[in-house]
């Protein structure tokens, strides 16, 4: 394992929209190896999204992907690839599962097609197994009644329901990495606690890759080996999950942990949250994109961009000029 | 939490069902009692395709439950006219659980916030607008946008303007089906810290859904817990968390992800079964197939709603 599965490069993208240019995503790099997670969380309009579909670029028309972007998959630059060989990779090297999956599901086809269509087309399976093995991948997903629901169409399913669909759509294929966004977010914790062992199942099994979009730190913490958080379409700190929850750096990510509500608390605790609006992405920012929210933020903060560099000693990563005191 | 003798709304006997192929029924809510008081936040769990979403649009009467009663000020919805629903309406609002899909995609974002005043129709344009900014930044929502389009706004932002729609006339009952779900948590914690605002200021009386149990402990007083269509548990929140009594209330509670004890939530450890079907409901109680301590009565026996101690009311054959 000499070389990462996914390597990224700083992956910039525009969103042109009438008003002007977005840019969604800023200089964002990682690596990500086989079999290991890496989790995203970042306040919502971040660019978490957008990452991800860049990734396999699967944006919007009018959005842009900066030409110094490098996206390596699997040893391979997907930067110049032809759509087909591009949709050869999207079938069976990498899946996602989208974040809203009433968007993704086809609302005029039934379940059963829509797993299938995929095993047609990708693995170029027969009618009949493919409907078998649709059969069993809804299983897999925790759905009891399998053979009603393929007659079904999304709209007869509850929230949860499709987006066990979803999942297992973007499973269909055994892809080497999984690119998934808030795939729990509409699952109660038993379920999402089940799909997330059959996620890890397959990455012990097969060895898959995983990205983890999630506005949930305790989720991240049990799920991913690294944590990167997003703010202003940047990565502003990124580090090994036990380290980030236990001494994060940046003072963003700490408002951001210190926002959760938590169980041991009494009813109707007021709740912290971050002032302000997270910043507009449309406008170019000098200094730290954080620095108007942020009660540490000093000249340097709001002159000069601080650049994601490594802790002194270690695999923690953060762009601030304050950080936050280090707790050996 | 005063006027606790007097229902807001009060719900008995509630079914809901669905037809699915081959003359075969879905069993969404299977005969739900219980009732919500004045000023109340009523919590409401359970596994994805238990019945939530189905029982909350039973209570807006959208359409109305296929038997059992919903009773709202002391007025059973099922007898009102249309016109007698229609001037009541304004008083219980729901926020939808797909937030981009609950909002038409043509109607700008002030628009769709005013809905709800010009359906009661005593207010000016201008006054309409006024309340509409108020309220857009009582939401987080820059005022500015009052002309944009939802498909503009990520989800965060579109369940911002459903809830601000819901809220525009001040109703008494607020259902909130999943609210908070799609939103990242600061604005979580905005949007829970102005529904208190709101529940102190108004006295405002709310069932809120949620998977999320820190959020849903953390906004009310009581929780009721669903599975597969019935009630199996229902106390106050503390209590609830302390001491839940219920075998899939535990189980809930024991897959929680937690930030401080990530090393609680072992990987590949739990997986209590697969999920039974909603067209054939398991005989006797309903959990018996994932239960770890079911007995033979389980089976035969369906179990009563039981009190085992003030507030706190559980359907297992364990504690009776
Ligand atoms: N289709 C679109 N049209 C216009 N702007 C968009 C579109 N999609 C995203 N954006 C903008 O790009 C930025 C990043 O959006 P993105 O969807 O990646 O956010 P996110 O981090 O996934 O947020 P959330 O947690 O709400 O899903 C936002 O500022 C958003 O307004
Ligand atoms: N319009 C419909 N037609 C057929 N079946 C439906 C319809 N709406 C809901 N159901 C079924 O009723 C059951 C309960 O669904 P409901 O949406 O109430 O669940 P929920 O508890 O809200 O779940 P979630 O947490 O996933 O939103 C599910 O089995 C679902 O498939
Ligand atoms: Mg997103
Ligand atoms: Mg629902």
């Known amino acids: ?328 | 939490m005063k006027n606790k003798n007097r229902p807001l709304l009060e719900l008995s006997n509630i079914v809901v069902e669905f037809n699915a192929d081959h003359g075969e029924k879905i069993h969404a809510v299977s005969d739900i009692s219980f009732a919500i008081f004045k000023g109340e936040t009523l919590g409401l769990v359970g596994e994805s395709g238990c019945g939530k979403s189905s029982l909350a649009r039973a209570v807006m009467q959208l359409p109305g439950p296929a038997s059992g009663k919903v009773t709202f000020c002391s007025k059973d919805l099922a007898q009102l006219s249309k016109k007698e629903l229609l001037k009541i309406r304004p008083r219980f609002q729901m926020v939808f659980q797909d937030s981009v899909s609950a909002l038409n995609p043509k109607r700008s974002v002030g628009k769709t916030i005013a809905m709800p005043l010009k359906v009661t129709g005593n207010l000016s344009k201008n006054e309409r607008h006024t309340l509409v900014e108020k309220m857009m930044s009582k939401v987080g929502l820059d005022s500015e946008l009052f002309n944009n389009k939802p498909h503009q706004f990520s989800g965060g932002q579109c369940q911002r303007i459903q809830i601000a729609r819901a809220l525009i006339t001040e109703p008494e009952l607020l259902i909130c089906d999943e609210p908070v779900s799609s939103l990242d948590v600061s604005i979580q914690a905005q949007i829970i810290n102005l529904l208190e605002t709101m529940r102190k200021q108004y006295d405002l009386t709310m069932l809120f859904i949620s998977h999320d149990l820190a959020v849903v402990k953390n906004i009310s007083d009581r929780i009721a817990v669903m599975y597969l269509g019935k009630l199996c548990e229902i106390a106050p929140s503390e209590q609830l968390y302390q001491s839940c009594a219920h075998p899939y209330t535990s189980a809930l509670f024991s897959a929680i992800p937690r930030v401080n004890h990530p090393q609680a939530f072992p990987k590949l450890q739990r997986c209590i079964g697969e999920l039974p079907s909603p067209t054939a409901p398991p005989s006797g109680c309903r959990f018996r197939t994932r239960c770890p301590k079911v007995k033979e009565q389980c089976v035969f026996e369906e179990p009563k709603l039981y009190e085992i101690s003030p507030g706190h009311t559980v359907a297992c054959h364990l504690f009776q």
């Not at chain 1, 992956?11 to 929209?17: G, R």
């Not at chain 1, 202003?232 to 003072?251: D, F, H, S, T």
């Open chain 1, 1 to 328: 394992m000499s070389i990462p599965l996914l390597s990224v490069k700083h992956l910039t993208t525009d969103i042109h929209l009438e008003q002007g240019k977005v840019r969604a995503v800023r200089d964002v790099s990682f690596d990500l190896w086989q079999g290991k997670t890496i989790g995203i969380v970042g306040e919502s309009g971040c660019g978490k999204s957008i990452l991800c579909k860049s990734i396999l670029k699967l944006l919007p028309a009018y959005a842009h992907i900066l030409e110094k972007s490098q996206i390596i998959f699997n040893g391979r630059s997907i930067n110049n690839l032809t759509e087909k060989e591009l949709n050869k990779i999207r079938g069976q090297g990498a899946a996602m599962i989208f974040q809203d999956p009433l968007s993704s599901l086809n609302p005029v086809m039934k379940i059963g097609h829509q797993v299938t269509e995929t095993l047609l087309y990708h693995l170029k399976m027969e009618e009949e197994p493919a409907l078998k093995k649709a059969e069993d991948l809804l299983k897999a997903v925790g759905i009891a009644n399998p053979s009603q629901r393929i007659d079904q169409y999304p709209h007869q399913l509850s929230g949860g329901l499709r987006q066990r669909v979803a999942i297992a759509i973007a499973l269909a294929c055994e892809p080497k990495l999984l690119i998934a966004d808030e795939p729990t977010t509409a699952l109660d914790v038993t379920v999402q606690a089940e799909i997330l062992d059959l996620l890890d199942h397959l990455q012990i099994q097969r060895n898959m890759a995983m990205i983890l979009v999630t506005h949930d730190f305790g989720l991240a913490a049990c799920r991913a080996d690294e944590i990167a958080v997003m703010y202003g379409g940047k990565i502003v700190e990124y580090a090994p999950a036990e380290k980030l929850l236990a001494n994060p750096r940046m003072p963003y990510t700490k408002a951001l942990i210190n926002a959760i509500p938590r169980l041991e608390d009494p009813p109707h605790t007021p709740l912290q949250f971050i002032e302000g609006q997270p910043p507009n992405m449309m406008i170019p920012y000098a200094g730290c994109c954080f620095a108007p929210r942020c009660s540490l933020a000093g000249h340097q903060c709001r002159d000069q961009e601080p650049l994601l560099i490594n802790d002194d000693t270690d695999d923690h990563s953060f762009a601030c000029w304050n950080p936050l005191g280090k707790i050996s």
